[in-house]
């Protein structure tokens, strides 16, 4: 029979370098939202950084057009948040794009009354729908809106949900069958 090489399992203390804070060694540690490095002086030292960077990278370079900023070419980008169109002259030029454009539903954000409801897409690829006014307001729902009021608790907005019209607010059990 033979014996597993434990060292396999464990990387030397000076692999990921000595710590800017404290000079001691950097290690892989865990936490509740995953691994990362950090100091091994944990508690006197707290430095930390990600196991790995959120860097983003240049998927493809879009040929005849310009930066509006800049007049540099644009590019698809993939970065921490997903797909997005961005300035091959990052960072001295932070220009964006999305790479879908936002559908306005037409519909007034209930929470704020000045926003409107836009579709959005999440770093997944997910829809859902949110008041334009981010980040001043932060309403959000996971369904298509539908112009109404719900005749239970008053809310100005109702969402379409698996072929149902319901109230959007979680204590208010309001569902009909959709008229379509």
């Known amino acids: 029979m033979s014996k597993i090489d434990s060292s396999l399992f464990s990387a030397p203390d000076q692999a990921f370098g000595a710590c ?18 950090g100091c091994s002086a944990y508690p006197e030292c707290t430095y930390s950084k990600p196991l790995q960077d959120n860097q983003t990278t240049v998927l493809k370079e879009i040929e005849g057009t310009q930066c509006p900023l800049c007049q540099h070419a644009m590019a698809i980008k993939k970065g921490r948040f997903g797909m997005f169109i961005g300035c091959t002259n990052f960072p001295d030029c932070q220009h964006i794009e999305p790479i879908k454009t936002q559908e306005d539903t037409h519909l007034a954000c209930p929470k704020c009354q000045t926003g ?65």
């Open 20 to 37: 800017p804070q404290c000079g001691n060694a950097l290690r892989i540690r865990n936490s509740k939202t995953g691994p990362f490095i």
């Open 116 to 180: 409107s409801m836009i579709e959005r897409t999440n770093k997944f690829g997910k829809r859902f729908f949110a008041c334009d006014n981010y980040p001043t307001c932060r309403y959000v729902v996971n369904f298509q809106p539908v112009a109404g009021q719900c005749p239970q608790c008053g809310w100005q907005l109702l969402i379409n949900k698996k072929g149902k019209v319901g109230c959007p607010q979680p204590l208010c059990d309001f569902v009909q069958e959709s008229a379509d």
